[in-house]
């Protein structure tokens, strides 16, 4: 079958094991959401978090944010048992590496000028969104048959139509464990995140930080706020619909300037705005009733995910108070554990945020390349073991707690 981004062929049958049947789906409207978020979010209460959840990949894909000519086809994998869901994940076609944020250009480029041609890849991943979390999604009970059938399915999938490649970003580091077990590589990166070390509010955070630092945060804070408005911090029903018409003139000038096209669609943030805004913290920095700045969180049951932020007017300091100070307020007035900053950004280490690896596996159908791939994948390994260990001895906290952290 000719195969282009918009197509492959994902017919698959039963695994290895007879009593596991594993589809591939172009649209979320062949599942049932209580099937998938049975998988993605089991039990009670709020998600680890909601990034996987039926809502939140439905809005992506009904708002034409995935699909389309967005480069992300979808391919959701489902792995049923006697007729049961019992694991599923978000797989995606890529046509191209943007969005990702574990980057494989240079693996591209040379796949490429060795005549070979790199896209289109797959991908299981969340679009657009750099946050650690499940990628092989498995009912209670079917951890490791589930996982395993999902592994199988992708592989099959990647190799029955000679694709290069297969990528699953941002998974957990015991999903990175038992995917080099099956034979996938272990990638590791590195990120930011501030960890809740039981403060009882902001002061006691500041408390923990050397002085030079504490002082420095203080005087952003100051500054901030003084910007001449007011800064609110809305979820749930006090987030309302206009405030989205604000938030996209903030999403698409950081978007033009950071990607050249913004990868959501405005139509995104109508359908966040009717499912998902209990899943959501929007801190706006208001001018009477103009806003003038935003920062938009996601909140997990123990963990808020820096997502997007934007402006229309430059104030100094204020993208430090709604991105990190804001967002560790929330999470110590809600007793969550940490805050995930989001890709990239050495600022955040003296603002009180701290590396951390990252995990993704990935999956090469060429022997020649893949060996060459797993030999770099041991040199970054060892650099970013290392870059980790020197910013956490030079982070922004006192000698004694910098000691435990190592």
């Not at 079917?142 to 399915?153: C, D, F, K, N, T």
């Not at 809740?196 to 955070?205: K, M, S």
């Not at 809600?334 to 805050?339: A, E, G, K, P």
């Not at 020649?368 to 956490?392: C, G, K, N, P």
């Amino acid at each position: 079958m000719p195969l282009d981004a918009a197509g492959i062929a994902t017919t698959l049958g039963p695994m290895n094991t007879p009593t596991i049947e594993l589809t591939a789906h172009v649209s979320l409207d062949d599942i049932a959401p209580k099937d998938w978020d049975a998988c993605a979010c089991p039990g009670d209460g709020r998600p680890e978090d909601p990034f996987t959840t039926y809502r939140f990949l439905k809005a992506l894909e009904d708002s034409r944010s995935v699909g389309g000519r967005s480069g992300w086809q979808p391919r959701y994998l489902v792995a049923r048992a006697d007729g049961q869901v019992i694991a599923c994940a978000p797989l995606y076609a890529k046509g191209h590496s943007q969005g990702e944020y574990i980057f494989d250009f240079n693996w591209a480029q040379a796949y490429e000028n060795a005549g070979g041609d790199y896209y289109p890849k797959l991908q299981i991943a969340v679009p657009f969104t750099p946050a650690t979390g499940r990628r092989f999604l498995t009912r209670p009970g079917y951890e490791a048959m589930g996982m395993a059938a999902l592994v199988q399915g992708a592989v099959q999938i990647a190799s029955d139509n000679e694709l290069s490649s297969l990528h699953i970003t941002f998974c957990t580091e015991a999903e990175a464990l038992a995917g080099a077990e099956m034979g996938l590589m272990p990638r590791v990166g590195q990120q930011f995140h501030w960890e809740n070390r039981g403060y009882a509010d902001f002061d006691a955070f500041l408390a923990d930080l050397s002085s030079r630092k504490r002082k420095n945060i203080r005087r952003e804070r100051a500054e901030a706020q003084g910007f001449g408005g007011t800064i609110v911090a809305l979820t749930g029903d006090a987030i309302q619909p206009h405030h989205w018409d604000a938030f996209w003139r903030f999403y698409q000038d950081t978007g033009n300037r950071k990607w050249g096209t913004p990868y959501l669609t405005r139509d995104f943030f109508n359908r966040a705005q009717q499912t998902l805004r209990d899943d959501m913290l929007l801190v706006l920095a208001m001018d009477g009733d103009r806003p003038v700045a935003g920062a938009l969180n996601f909140i997990g049951r123990d963990t808020l995910y820096g997502r997007y932020w934007g402006s229309t007017e430059y104030h100094p300091s204020l993208h430090f108070e709604l991105c990190y100070y804001q967002a560790i307020d929330f999470a110590i007035r809600n007793n969550m554990m940490r805050v995930e900053a989001g890709a990239q950004g050495e600022h955040k280490l003296a603002r009180g945020y701290l590396p951390v690896a990252t995990h993704s596996l990935h999956w090469i159908r060429d022997a020649s390349f893949r060996d060459a791939i797993a030999r770099y994948l041991v040199a970054e390994t060892r650099a970013v073991d290392e870059e980790i260990e020197v910013l956490t001895a030079y982070g922004p906290f006192k000698r004694d707690h910098r000691e435990e952290q190592q």
